[in-house]
Structure formats: structure tokens, C-alpha cells
């Protein structure tokens, strides 16, 4: 019986989860002003297609890194990966999910492209370390340049304390997939993730997970490194949708500047994966950012709103190539 209700328990609280995010969301617009919030997404008016353009490009560039991980490994086409990572995002932040539940049904639908499952796996565990760092190191350098903007004493134990948080997820997930009994109960997760009547199969892919995470990891450095920098890249191309959408609603900011509330309000919202999307978490984190550096809480909660214009307008899309990528399978297979 205790089983059964935890079980339940997890099923329905990412919903719980969402609705508290929106709710503070809610109360967040109250507080700033709606008619002003309304009249700054007047203002973006169809630069928001500019912001739409721009997630779009960082997708195709994290696409791109995670097929470059796989450089020699695989005969999959790139345009393959650029098109899974758009699936990976849409489930991401449309779907209450956790944060990882996107990586791994995109490593299921590669497998579509005859990879193995294993490899398929470990991959997308590898994707999401790289990535991760190259998050960590741009944001460092946000808390870097915050630092030099507003002071040092303003951010100095709250940015130490998130970047040794950080260090120690990013050392205990690269310990996991390191060590090959704890890639073990890597794997036997990521199945009870997708479904509890596949963890029996995870005693069965392991060892075969294992291999393939020292496929990645060995003697590959000029891969690895390549999709490192491919991640970092698409962190910053990132920059551009907090320096439009600022500029289009008046208030102006420097490079510097929207590399700050780009960088740190991203380390934010990823650090609430817990709540679907990050709603509330990503407005009250905007608009703590841009107090900080003199925008106003009207601009910067719309700032927040209109980023989200990419989630649907890319998002939905996504999960429709999803469901066309099911289907094709399940016709194959009849």
C-alpha cells in the first residue's frame, strides 16, 4: 500500500508542481502591473519571431553537438540529432516531465535510425554532462560580469554557493557514468523513467550501456571537446533573446547585461527542473535580475512571457514530429 500511494504520489506531482508554478506566475503579474505587461508584449509585436528564430538556431546548434559526440561512432545523418533535439526540447518544456524525460525518449526514437539502444543511452547521459558544463561555465561568467557591474559584495555567497552546488552535481553525475556499477543503476533508472515495466530489460542492456559510455569516453577527446564548444555556443546565441526582446520593449541593455540575465536567469529556471516549464521560478528569477540591473519588474516579467513564445510556437510542433515519428515506427512494425 505504501508503495502504491508513492507511486501515485509521483505521478501526480509534477501537477502539483505546474499548477504552484503558475499560480505564482499569477500573482507575479498582478504585482508588476497586467496593462503593463500587456503593453511591453505590444511593443515586441512580431520581433517576437526574431526571439522564435533565435531558440531555433540554439536548438540546431545542441543538435549538432550531441551528433558531433557521436563523431565515427555512428552513420546517423546530423540533421537526424537536430531533428531529435527539437523532439527533446518540446517534450521538455511542454510535457510535465522531469527535466531528463525528453533525453530519453529521444534516445528511444534514435534508435529508430537502427543505433543501438545502448549507444543511443549513453549518448544522450554524455549530451547532458557536456551540456551542463558548458551551462556552469557561462554561468560563471554572468556571475562574473554581475560582479563587475553591480559589486562584488551584492552576489558574492549566493553565486559561491550555486557554483559549488553545481561542481558537486556535475562531479557526482560524471561519477556516475565513470563507474560501471553505478552506470548500472544509471540505466536501471533511465528505464523506470520510461516505464516500469521496462527496468527488467535494464539487467539486460547494462552491460552493453557500459560499453557504449566507454566508446564515448575514451581516447575521444577532440569529440568531446568539439561538442563542448558546440554547447557553449548555443549558450550564447542564447544572449540574443534577452538583448531583442529588451531593445524592442524600450529598455536597452549591453552585451554584458544580457549576458548576466541570460546566463543566471537560465542557471534559475534549470535549477527548478522540478516544476514543469520552471513557471513562477523563471519570472521571480527575471525580474530579481533585472532589479539588479535597473529593468524595470514590468519588462523584465515580460521579458520572461516572451521567451516562452518559442516554447509553444517550436514546442508544439515538436511534439507533433513526435507522435509522426511514433506512428511511422508502429506502421513499420505492423
Do not use: C
Request: a positive charge; aromatic letters at 8%; zero cysteines.
Amino acid at each position: 500500500m505504501t508503495r502504491l500511494r508513492s507511486g501515485i504520489f509521483w505521478k501526480i506531482a509534477p501537477f502539483i508542481a505546474l499548477a504552484l508554478g503558475l499560480a505564482i506566475t499569477a500573482w507575479l503579474l498582478a504585482a508588476a502591473s497586467l496593462p503593463a505587461v500587456l503593453d511591453g508584449f505590444a511593443r515586441v509585436g512580431w520581433g517576437a519571431m526574431a526571439v522564435v528564430a533565435v531558440r531555433a538556431t540554439t536548438m540546431a546548434t545542441n543538435g549538432l553537438a550531441w551528433a558531433r559526440l557521436l563523431a565515427r561512432l555512428t552513420t546517423v545523418a546530423s540533421g537526424v540529432f537536430v531533428l531529435l533535439r527539437w523532439v527533446r526540447d518540446a517534450i521538455d518544456v511542454l510535457l510535465p516531465v522531469l527535466g531528463i524525460g525528453g533525453a530519453l525518449i529521444a534516445a528511444r526514437a534514435l534508435t529508430f535510425w537502427r543505433m543501438s539502444g545502448a549507444l543511443a543511452l549513453a549518448s544522450v547521459f554524455a549530451d547532458l554532462l557536456l551540456q551542463a558544463i558548458a551551462q556552469v561555465l557561462f554561468a560563471l561568467a554572468g556571475a562574473v560580469l554581475l560582479a563587475r557591474l553591480v559589486g562584488p559584495h551584492v552576489i558574492l555567497f549566493g553565486a559561491a554557493a550555486g557554483l559549488a552546488i553545481a561542481a558537486l552535481v556535475l562531479v557526482g553525475f560524471y561519477a556516475l557514468q565513470s563507474r560501471s556499477h553505478a552506470r548500472a543503476r544509471l540505466v536501471g533508472r533511465a528505464f523506470a523513467v520510461l516505464s516500469p515495466r521496462l527496468t527488467a530489460r535494464a539487467q539486460q542492456v547494462g552491460p552493453r550501456f557500459n560499453a557504449a559510455m566507454e566508446q564515448i569516453w575514451r581516447g575521444r577527446g577532440r569529440e568531446l571537446f568539439a561538442a563542448l564548444l558546440l554547447h557553449a555556443l548555443a549558450w550564447t546565441i542564447g544572449t540574443l533573446e534577452v538583448w531583442i526582446t529588451l531593445y524592442l520593449l524600450g529598455s536597452p541593455v549591453t552585451w554584458a547585461e544580457a549576458v548576466v540575465i541570460e546566463s543566471l536567469g537560465t542557471s534559475i529556471s534549470i535549477a527548478a527542473m522540478f516544476i514543469p516549464g520552471s513557471w513562477g521560478v523563471q519570472e521571480g528569477g527575471y525580474i530579481l535580475l533585472g532589479h539588479l540591473l535597473g529593468v524595470p519588474a514590468p519588462e523584465a516579467l515580460t521579458l520572461s512571457l516572451v521567451k516562452r513564445i518559442p516554447d509553444f510556437a517550436l514546442g508544439v510542433p515538436g511534439l507533433l514530429v513526435w507522435y509522426a515519428l511514433e506512428m511511422r515506427r508502429l506502421l513499420r512494425r505492423r
